[in-house]
Every structure is written in structure tokens, then in C-alpha cells.
């Protein structure tokens, strides 16, 4: 089992202070709300700084590395694994032979990082390998891409 | 064959079509008309209603003139498109399905609908006639059949394969028998019978409420507190669940009524609805899984409702789940799939759960109910009745212990779990589109999993999971899936080396 680029963990760092400063935010709106209009949104100021603090705890500095350390997948000639989840964890097995498409996704931050993602569909599932370096998905794909088409639809 | 002429459908199928677009907005436009009426006291207000009937009328026109298909050599070729023409040709080999449906009306006039299904086509059909002589409908359905068996030959023989001809007699027929429809019917929704049961003895309950001191206490408690009498509350609900089970009752009375199905060498034909009669052709090779499902009215009975999974859209319905025969005895279930040449055997199930996943199961959905209704007991009048939603998750998670099965054989599967009915579902490892092993570290701690797998429904995954498996029988199930792959790989990797 192989674990994903160690690059990942920035991006989701970057993910959670993104999500965090939302929250803050929305926090301060609140507080100025309350002062200006009714002081009952102070309350809600209250449970968004909150709601900032921890998900600034969990999403930035805790979650990220976990959710890389337990993440690991592995590619060989008939099947992918992937094994995810902090508290669930799961398991999961797709034969190349029931794979029938195979796509690259590169978003802004992924970009910047030279990072992609890898997104494994088959007829009735859709399975994700959230961050590869760039040449390697490419690589990937196209290795899967070729390994499905070549394999028999029956087994 | 030569080439056959374009062809339309019957121009009825203009006021069919009309018929249908306007069936849903016709009565919200009257009664808008109507009321703009008694408003402005014109009948300006019925303009805008006017020009929709228009634009219906000119479409429903447009797409029949518009709408033109032709018999080719190697495919069907397909005009359509009211506003923005497409041309689309398609190989006899990809047709999935050809629908004929009917309704009394246009049965009475000797008119059916055709649909043509392809696999990519979403649930939509590539070619909708909606008007078509009964006996034209017939020769296309067979021509289609036909041709698409004459290319699926060439193709075999161009890869050295045999393809067994298809026999145009059924095998064998089947028909839901007079006394099976109305118990399907009644036991269609789950609430059923107890009521019919419950009404029938409401004077004796009246009696125990007026006698039995517990219940009297009870009776006053609840007077006091809401001010109706308690029966009459309970009469209310009852006789509304009745309702419902009625309407419910009939509805599946209709739609199963003069159910039939005809085994063919290698395909089912299913033909149901009282009035309204829809016809299926479904070929073995098409179907995914096969799902038996059984409410649990229907279990004490003894009853099972066999639905198959299948790949490509069924006229109408986005699921791709189709009712193969509304009920069948549980212990005449395994010759019925024998009978009707089911791909997927029945396999006895072995149960899989272990006891301290039914503890645990305790934990995590008696324990929080329990304390909600300690909640409620102590800080709400009346509030100890609460008791009852523990009593009843306690019994749904027992239910949901006993219920978790798996049975091997071969590259056969068969797993049963309960979700609000009882369902097994019986499949083969080929057609698992993917297989999940899952467990939370405390699931871990109780050595306890769950696995879940996906095979393919119409228009997404249709996949079952069996929670708080115990993890000797989940390791396995995996191994049975993973190492068969990992193993051909190895005698693939043999292939290449030598």
C-alpha cells in the first residue's frame, strides 16, 4: 500500500483555514449584527466563534495529517485498493475489470501544488485518490485507461 | 431485407400526446380561467391559458411529423426533434428493450405505444411512438428483435462463438392465481392486516379500556390531559391507516392484476396492470441481482416478492429494479428459481452476526432512546408512554441481528440484511462492481464489520451492506472477492513471462 503525496496535507491545511476564515467571518457579521440590530445575535456570534476555533483545531492542524496517515491505496495489474477513514475505516476493492473510466481533476489549489486527483468510475461506483503528483496520475490514468480497456467485461 | 421506408406514427398519437401534456395542467389552467373570470368578469384571463393549449398542440404536432424512423440493414435510423432536428443511427445490437404499453382507451381503438430503449439512453427512449396499430406495434417489436439476434450472430460468428437460436414459444408461463393477487395486494404495504384485526376487536378493546383498571387509568390520564377521549383519537388514527392501506391495497391490486411471465431460453417476458397492461422483455444476460423482498406482514405469511436488478431503463421508471413475480411461497423459492431459469441460485444463508454486535447495536441505538425517554418521563406529564420507542428499536435491532445472512457458493453470493423489510439478495462476484470492507475502531474493538457492495442498478448503483457482520465472516467474504482478481493477475503476470 502506497500512501498519497505528502503534499496533500498542505492542501487540506489550506482547505480548513479557507473553511475556518469563512467562519470567522461570519462570526464577526454576526457580532457587528447583534451590536447594530438585536443583541440576540450575539448568541449566534458566539456559536460561529466557536464553530471558527474548532474547526481551526480539527481542520487545520489535526485532521490532515490523520486523514493522509490513513489514506493508502494500491494500484497492481487486476486491481486498485484503497483503504481511507480516520475512525471508519474503510476498505475497498474495484477490479480494473469493471473499470470504465478513469479522469484526472486539478483545482486551483491542486494546481499550485502540481498535485492532481484521481477519479476511478466504474458502472456503478465512483472512487476517489484525492492527491497525486501530476505526472503520476497522468501515468496512472493512462495505465488504467489501457489495463480497461484490454480486460474482458465477463469474468 | 431491403430498406424500408421512412415511417411516422399514427397521427392519433397527436391527441395522445396532447392528452398526456395536459392531463397534469389542465385543471390548475380551468380553474385559473374560472376564477379569472369571476374577477375580472372578461374572458381575457383565459388568453394565456389559450396560448399554452396552442404551443401544446403546435409541439405535440411538430414532434409527430418531425418524428421518423426507418428499418436499415444494420440500424434503426431515428429523425426527432420538434425545434432542433437529430439524426441518430442505431446498431440493432444496442437496443436493450423495445416497451409496448396501452391504456383502455387506446386499446379500444387498437392503438399501442412503442418505446426503444438503448443502455446509454438514461431511462429515456431513443424512439417514442405514441400512437401505433397493434399489429404494426407487434411486427416492429419482433422485426426489432429479430434483426438485433441476426447481428448479435454475425457478431458471435466473426468471434467463433455459438448463439442458441431463441425460441419463439415460452418455456413455461406463469400467472398470479386469483387467491395470490388479493393477498399480494393486501399485504402490499406492511400495516395492513393488524389494523383489519385491531378494528375487528375494537369492541373488546373498548371493553378492556372501560374495565381493566391499568387501561382505565390510562384512558383518564389521557382525558385529562388532552381533553378527547382517547378512543376516539385511536379510532381517528386507525381508521386513517385503514384508508391509506385500502387506497394502497387497490392501487397494487391494479397494477399486479392479470400479472404474467413467460420464461423463454433466454429471456423473461413480463406483462401485469389490470387495465392499463405494460409489457417486458428482459434478457437473463441484462440482469444484475436478484432481490428477495419480504415486508414483514408478508414474512409471517410465509410470502416472498422476487425483484431482479437490471442494466438499462425500464418505460417510466428511473430504478432499475423490476418485479419479477409478486409472491411466492418462501418454501417453494427455490424450485421457483430453478423454474424460471434464475442466472443467480438460492444459496442457503448462514447467519453472520455475532452476539456482541447485537450488544453493541444495543449501545448505540437502545441506550440513547432509553434516555430520551427517561427525559421524557421525568420532565413531561404522561411522558413514561415514551417507553414504547425503546421497546420498538429493541426489537427492529434484534430483528436486524437475526437477519444478517451470507451464503457462499462458487463465485455465487447471497446475503440478506434487514433495512424496514427483509431483503436477500442473491448475485454473482463477477457482476460486484466494487466491494467495501468497513469497520470503526469500534467496530474493530468488537471485531465486528460491515461490507458493502455495489452492482449495477439502471441509472445508479444499486448496493447492499450487511452491518455488524462478525469480522471472521467479513475477512472472508473480502479474501473471496480480492484474491480471485489478485489471483488471475498472477496467472496473467505467468502468461506475459512465458
Same mark, same amino acid.
Given at each position: 500500500m502506497r500512501y498519497i503525496h505528502p503534499k496533500a496535507i498542505k492542501v487540506w491545511r489550506i482547505h480548513g483555514m479557507i473553511w475556518t476564515f469563512i467562519c470567522l467571518i461570519a462570526a464577526v457579521a454576526l457580532f457587528i449584527c447583534g451590536r447594530l440590530v438585536y443583541h440576540w445575535f450575539y448568541y449566534g456570534g458566539g456559536v460561529m466563534l466557536l464553530l471558527a476555533i474548532g474547526s481551526g483545531i480539527l481542520s487545520i492542524w489535526l485532521i490532515p495529517v490523520l486523514r493522509w496517515r490513513f489514506f493508502r491505496y494500491r494500484i497492481s495489474e487486476t486491481q486498485v485498493m484503497i483503504r481511507e477513514g480516520i475512525w471508519m475505516v474503510k476498505q475497498t476493492v474495484i477490479p480494473i475489470a469493471r473499470i470504465q473510466y478513469v479522469d484526472t481533476h486539478q483545482g486551483p489549489l491542486l494546481r499550485r501544488y502540481r498535485l492532481s486527483s484521481l477519479k476511478v468510475s466504474t458502472a456503478a461506483t465512483t472512487h476517489h485518490i484525492p492527491a497525486l503528483g501530476h505526472r503520476q496520475a497522468i501515468s496512472l490514468r493512462n495505465y488504467l485507461a489501457d489495463l480497461a480497456q484490454v480486460s474482458d467485461v465477463d469474468v | 431485407m431491403s430498406m424500408s421506408k421512412l415511417r411516422r406514427a399514427h397521427p392519433l398519437s397527436i391527441v395522445f400526446d396532447c392528452v398526456k401534456d395536459f392531463r397534469q395542467v389542465i385543471f390548475p389552467i380551468v380553474l385559473g380561467g374560472l376564477f379569472g373570470i369571476k374577477q375580472n368578469g372578461s374572458w381575457s384571463a383565459w388568453i394565456y391559458p389559450m396560448i399554452g393549449l396552442v404551443v401544446g398542440l403546435s409541439s405535440a404536432v411538430l414532434r409527430w411529423w418531425r418524428t421518423k424512423y426507418q428499418l436499415q440493414e444494420e440500424q434503426l435510423y431515428v429523425i426527432k426533434g420538434s425545434m432542433i432536428k437529430s439524426e441518430r443511427f442505431i446498431r %440493432?445490437?444496442?437496443?436493450q428493450s423495445v416497451h409496448l404499453t396501452t391504456n383502455p382507451i387506446a386499446s379500444r381503438l387498437g392503438f399501442m405505444k412503442v418505446e426503444v430503449h438503448t443502455a446509454g439512453g438514461k431511462g429515456q427512449a431513443e424512439l417514442a411512438l405514441s400512437a401505433v396499430r397493434k399489429r404494426e406495434a407487434h411486427l416492429l417489436k419482433e422485426t426489432l428483435r429479430q434483426k438485433k439476434a441476426h447481428s448479435m450472430r454475425q457478431e458471435a460468428e466473426a468471434h467463433n462463438v455459438v448463439v442458441n437460436e431463441q425460441e419463439a414459444q415460452p418455456l413455461k408461463e406463469m400467472r398470479l392465481r386469483h387467491k395470490e393477487l388479493v393477498i399480494a395486494s393486501i399485504t /402490499?404495504? =406492511?400495516?395492513g392486516v393488524i389494523v383489519v384485526a385491531l378494528l375487528s376487536t375494537m369492541s373488546q378493546i373498548s371493553e378492556l379500556f372501560e374495565n381493566v383498571p391499568f387501561f382505565k387509568a390510562i384512558l383518564h390520564d389521557f382525558n385529562q390531559a388532552i381533553g378527547i377521549p382517547l378512543l376516539k383519537i385511536i379510532i381517528v388514527i386507525l381508521s386513517l391507516i385503514l384508508f391509506f392501506w385500502l387506497i394502497s391495497s387497490v392501487i397494487s391490486f391494479f397494477q399486479v392484476g392479470r400479472f404474467q411471465l413467460s420464461i423463454y431460453e433466454k429471456e423473461w417476458m413480463i406483462k401485469k396492470g389490470l387495465f392499463q397492461q405494460t409489457e417486458q422483455t428482459i434478457p437473463h444476460r441484462r440482469v444484475q441481482a436478484v432481490r428477495l423482498h419480504e415486508n414483514w406482514l408478508r414474512q409471517v405469511l410465509g410470502y416472498v416478492t422476487v425483484y431482479i436488478e437490471c442494466v438499462g431503463g425500464q418505460a417510466?421508471?428511473?430504478? =432499475?429494479? !423490476?418485479?419479477?413475480? *409478486?409472491? !411466492?411461497?418462501k418454501r417453494l423459492l427455490m424450485r421457483f428459481l430453478e423454474d424460471v431459469r434464475s442466472p443467480y441460485p438460492f444459496i442457503p444463508l448462514k447467519h453472520c452476526a455475532v452476539k456482541r454486535s447485537f450488544y453493541w447495536k444495543m449501545v448505540k441505538y437502545v441506550m440513547p432512546t432509553c434516555f430520551i425517554a427517561m427525559g421524557m418521563t421525568l420532565w413531561? *406529564? %404522561? =411522558? /413514561? %408512554?415514551?417507553?414504547g420507542m425503546p421497546l420498538a428499536v429493541l426489537l427492529f435491532s434484534w430483528l436486524s441481528y437475526r437477519d444478517a445472512g451470507l451464503g457462499v457458493n462458487g463465485t455465487y453470493l447471497a446475503v440478506s440484511f434487514r433495512r424496514t423489510a427483509k431483503v436477500t439478495v442473491l448475485t454473482q462476484r463477477r457482476r460486484m462492481q466494487a466491494l467495501t470492507y468497513q469497520a470503526s475502531r469500534l467496530q474493530m474493538l468488537l471485531k465486528c464489520a460491515t461490507i458493502k457492495a455495489t452492482v449495477i442498478g439502471s441509472s445508479s448503483g444499486f448496493d447492499f451492506k450487511v452491518t455488524d457482520m462478525s469480522d471472521w465472516h467479513g475477512r472472508k467474504l473480502y479474501a473471496w472477492y480480492h484474491t480471485f482478481y489478485a489471483r488471475r493477475g498472477k496467472a496473467n503476470q505467468k502468461r506475459a513471462w512465458e
Open positions: - | %440493432y445490437d444496442r437496443i /402490499s404495504s =406492511g400495516l417510466g421508471k428511473s430504478k =432499475g429494479e !423490476v418485479m419479477l413475480f *409478486p409472491l !411466492v411461497k413531561l *406529564p %404522561y =411522558g /413514561s %408512554y415514551a417507553w
